[in-house]
């Protein structure tokens, strides 16, 4: 059964960084793709980042790039989000996804139709 825990979710103050991880298990794809995504209340699902784990090719949404870094250990099957110069509209609730390795090798969509199990999502909460 696929599994996927997000964490390091919180508050904090316009400018401020948040990492946060997600720690995936159940699933025996070599590689796959992993993304992070985020809700606002009120709004549609966004995606943030992804991060092909078999080649570590990474992606970005346009809202985040230059300030959020997606990473991976993958000796231990965790993704991170490094958010830096956090700002009010980044507040959402933030889920790790994954294809589980179904798309195309080396690439990765940004778009949550791609993903096909989801964790429980984050709080992250920008004031400003």
């Known amino acids: 059964q696929v599994h996927l825990v997000e964490s390091g979710g919180g508050s904090v103050e316009t400018g401020g960084s948040l990492t946060l991880s997600c720690a995936a298990s159940?699933?025996?794809?070599?590689?796959?793709?992993m993304g992070w995504f985020r809700q606002a209340v009120g709004k549609e699902r966004e995606g943030v980042a992804a991060?092909?784990?078999?080649?570590?090719?990474?992606f970005y949404g346009d809202s985040v790039k230059g300030r959020f870094t997606i990473s991976q250990d993958a000796a231990k099957n965790i993704v991170y989000l490094q958010m830096n110069s956090l700002k009010p509209e980044d507040t959402a609730m933030y889920y790790c996804a994954t294809d589980l390795g179904q798309g195309l090798w080396g690439y990765c969509y940004t778009s949550a139709g791609y993903y096909r199990s989801w964790g429980q999502g984050t709080q992250v909460t920008v004031s400003s």
């Open positions: 991060i092909h784990t078999g080649s570590s090719t990474t």
């Open positions: 159940g699933f025996s794809a070599s590689a796959n793709c």
